[in-house]
T-cell receptor, first 116, second 114 residues
Framework: NAGVTQTPKFRILKIGQSMTLQCTQD?????MYWYRQDPGMGLKLIYY???????DKGEVPNGYNVSRSTTEDFPLRLELAAPSQTSVYFC???????????????FGPGTRLTVL | DAKTTQPNSMESNEEEPVHLPCNHS???????IHWYRQLPSQGPEYVIH???SNVNNRMASLAIAEDRKSSTLILHRATLRDAAVYYC???????????????FGTGTRLTIIP
């Protein structure tokens, strides 16, 4: 299994441009997540999905959109990129078959985004 | 959410045991204690979790205080590959359905000295 894969690894955007960060998992997990990590900080949740067709906002959703048309894919869309969106973006997935308290999240390698 | 407090950084010699502390004085009776770590330029990875009893797995051990207000992640024989940021996270099983996010603090940056 490849686990959670993310593309691209790096990207530089100009202010106002848009892009989609791709995330795919091959573990048949129901739950998927997008986090961002600013320098020296912990991760913050942007959006999450509990299954195909179902998404919801996390702590910092402004400026982002998501969709979940399949179990495997959970793309993150940035519209009108701003310097404040310069960050490292991590996608994660979890089976969520049991209690939230014991579920393990599996993370991708991240996408490093710079907005200039 | 109940909060955790960890030292910003720690150092340890290679092949020595490492004890990483975490304080969680406001932990509820049903919160699980999870540890994740983040190696340089990688996504976080799960290390271990527990509720009341001490736990062991192939990566580490988790020692939980009797009053559950603190816990310690133990790496029995640190290697250079263990240099990472270690996060102690509390997870509430009674969170709203679907709201199963991990709340990351700033963690402890562990440096291993060769």
């Amino acid at each position: 299994n490849a686990g959670v894969t993310q593309t691209p690894k790096f990207r530089i955007l100009k202010i106002g441009q848009s892009m989609t960060l791709q995330c795919t998992q091959d573990m048949n997990h129901n739950y998927m997540y997008w986090y961002r990590q600013d320098p020296g900080m912990g991760l913050k949740l942007i959006y999450y999905s509990v299954g195909a067709g179902i998404t919801d906002k996390g702590e910092v959703p402004n400026g982002y959109n998501v969709s979940r048309s399949t179990t495997e894919d959970f793309p993150l869309r940035l519209e009108l990129a701003a310097p404040s969106q310069t960050s490292v973006y991590f996608c994660a997935s979890s089976p969520a078959g049991g209690l939230a308290s014991t579920d393990t999240q599996y993370f991708g390698p991240g996408t490093r985004l710079t907005v200039l | 959410d109940a909060k955790t407090t960890q030292p910003n950084s720690m150092e340890s010699n290679e092949e020595e045991p490492v004890h990483l502390p975490c304080n969680h004085s406001t932990i509820s009776g049903t919160d699980y204690i999870h540890w994740y770590r983040q190696l340089p330029s990688q996504g976080p990875e799960y290390v271990i979790h527990g509720l009341t009893s001490n736990v062991n797995n192939r990566m580490a051990s988790l020692a939980i205080a009797e009053d559950r207000k603190s816990s310690t992640l133990i790496l029995h024989r640190a290697t250079l590959r263990d240099a990472a940021v270690y996060y102690c996270i509390l997870r509430d099983p009674y969170q709203s359905f679907g709201n199963e996010k991990l709340t990351f603090g700033t963690g402890t940056r562990l440096t291993i000295i060769p």
